[in-house]
Nanobody
Framework: VQLQASGGGLVQPGGSLRLSCTGS????????INWFRQAPGKEREGISC????????YYANSVKGRFTISRDNAKNTVHLQMNSLKPGDTAVYYC?????????????????WGQGTQVTVSS
């Protein structure tokens, strides 16, 4: 089981990037998928989430109106479309998948982190 984030790069202020979070040996539509980011010297920040059953979405105030999270179930991928990028968006971006599963021993959280992808916004 593996979660992989991709799509980062260098972009000028005002530009756009689309990040992808892809699952291997796991079906992403059964997980809530979160995007976090961590800038140098700062704590990891949760910026967006899409729920597993209703596809409800959440955005941090810092990205609301500029970023859009969506699922492509045919490709087992969750995208984060990032528009109007600012230098303050520079960070390593991570995707995180989690769900609660019912086992013989009770309810358990099953979660996975993808490796980070670097986003740099600079002129």
């Amino acid at each position: 089981v593996q979660l992989q984030a991709s799509g980062g790069g260098l972009v000028q202020p005002g530009g756009s990037l689309r990040l992808s979070c892809t699952g291997s040996a796991m079906t992403l539509d059964s997980y809530a998928i979160n995007w976090f980011r961590q800038a140098p010297g700062k704590e990891r920040e949760g910026i967006s989430c899409i729920s597993s059953t209703t596809d409800m979405t959440y955005y941090a105030n810092s990205v609301k109106g500029r970023f859009t999270i969506s699922r492509d179930n045919a490709k087992n991928t969750v995208h984060l479309q990032m528009n109007s990028l600012k230098p303050g968006d520079t960070a390593v971006y991570y995707c995180y998948a989690d769900r609660i599963i019912d086992t013989d021993s009770g309810w358990h959280r099953e979660d996975y982190w993808g490796q980070g992808t670097q986003v740099t916004v600079s002129s």
